[in-house]
């Protein structure tokens, strides 16, 4: 099982941004295609956007254009650049596989966008 450091996080003005950071640790990083989520206050947690082994990735509509995930295979980790944030962008944001049967969950980094 992976184990999952995400941070990053903070308070930003709505159009400012945000780089996050995911270190995975515990497992074969590449072996895995990489995701980010979110879960809001009241809220399922959803995938916002996923880093795949074999495909572009890809991104949820709310996102599109404005958020950018990559991975770097050599340092273990995932990021997301957040640009021109929203306040519906306000969540906890977590990293984990893109799989129906996710590592543990880190403890996530808190994202809030207010002005």
């Known amino acids: 099982q992976a184990r999952l450091e995400e941070s990053g996080g903070g308070l930003v003005q709505p159009g400012g941004s945000l780089t996050l950071s995911c270190v995975v640790s515990e497992t074969i990083f590449i072996d895995w295609s990489w995701a980010w989520y979110r879960q809001a206050p009241g809220k399922q947690r959803e995938l916002v956007a996923a880093a795949r082994n074999d495909g572009p990735p890809n991104y949820i509509d709310s996102v599109k254009g404005r958020f950018t995930i990559s991975r770097d295979d050599a340092k273990s980790t995932v990021y997301l650049q957040m640009n021109n944030l929203k306040p519906e962008d306000t969540a906890v944001y977590y990293c984990?596989?893109?799989?129906?049967?996710?590592?543990?969950w880190g403890q996530g980094t808190q994202v809030t966008v207010s002005s």
């Open positions: 984990n596989a893109d799989t129906n049967f996710p590592h543990p």
